[in-house]
């Protein structure tokens, strides 16, 4: 079965911390996503990634990096914590035009 | 630009009584669309999908959709709700970049 995992349900962080999220899918897919959401809001695209090295800007980027140096893991990086950033993060990998499998999310808050 | 509505944010039902979700979406060309259930402090689940042919389709736990291109919709339906379906329901575009836009999601309260 399709297995896409989170490292952690529950952080909580200090402002100013750098904060490292950590996602490992087993399904050997190409494309992995880091969204966060927040009430009202739906689902956000932070980045994706469709290759090893390779991401691309989603619809908000700001405060956030990622890294994909292997097929089966995707990290999400906030350089510099701030409270705006407090919010339920949640990984997503697909094969090419399928949809996307979820892990089950960090609930991160910055205090 | 590609958008995704669902125009209820709050829908409560009694159990046992039929179920319509709605989902209206903005996008170009023919999309891939989806629904997914979040159940409280998980992912998503996918319920169903519509890439191409019948636009019925029906997807896991008893749920179904259809989309009518004429109405840019693709609404989720279930004929008895159990108060098992409790949970947020997002509908979802897929973009031909691999990428997916959500609408904001409808929470379904379930009555006794």
């Known amino acids: 079965d399709v297995k896409v995992t989170q490292s952690s349900r529950y952080l909580v962080k200090r402002t100013g911390e750098k904060v490292f999220l950590e996602c490992v899918q087993d399904?050997?897919?190409?494309?992995m996503f880091w969204y966060r959401q927040d009430p009202g809001l739906g689902l956000r695209l932070i980045y994706f990634?469709?290759?090893?090295?390779?991401?691309e800007k989603g619809d908000i980027p700001e405060g956030y990096s990622v890294s994909r140096e292997k097929k089966e893991r995707f990290s999400l990086i906030l350089e510099s914590a701030s409270t705006n950033q407090t919010s339920m993060y949640l990984c997503?990998?697909?094969?090419?035009?399928?949809?996307?499998?979820f892990g089950d999310g960090t609930r991160l808050s910055i205090l | 630009a590609q958008s995704v509505t669902q125009p209820d944010i709050h829908i409560t039902v009694s159990e046992g009584a039929s179920l319509e979700l709605r989902c209206n979406y903005s996008?170009?060309?023919?999309?891939?669309l989806f629904w997914y259930v979040q159940s409280p402090g998980q992912g998503l689940q996918l319920l169903l999908k519509?890439?191409?042919?019948?636009?019925l389709v029906q997807g896991i736990k008893g749920f179904e959709a259809e989309f009518k291109r004429s109405q840019s919709s693709f609404n989720l339906r279930k004929p008895s709700v159990h108060w098992s379906d409790a949970a947020e329901y997002f509908c979802?575009?897929?973009?031909?970049?691999?990428?997916?836009?959500f609408g904001a999601g409808t929470r379904l309260t379930v009555k006794p």
């Open positions: 399904m050997d897919h190409e494309n």
């Open positions: 997503a990998s697909s094969l090419v035009r399928q949809p996307q499998h």
């Open positions: 990634s469709y290759d090893v090295k390779m991401k």
């Open positions: 519509y890439f191409s042919g019948d636009t």
């Open positions: 979802a575009v897929g973009l031909n970049n691999n990428d997916m836009r």
């Open positions: 996008y170009g060309a023919t999309p891939y």
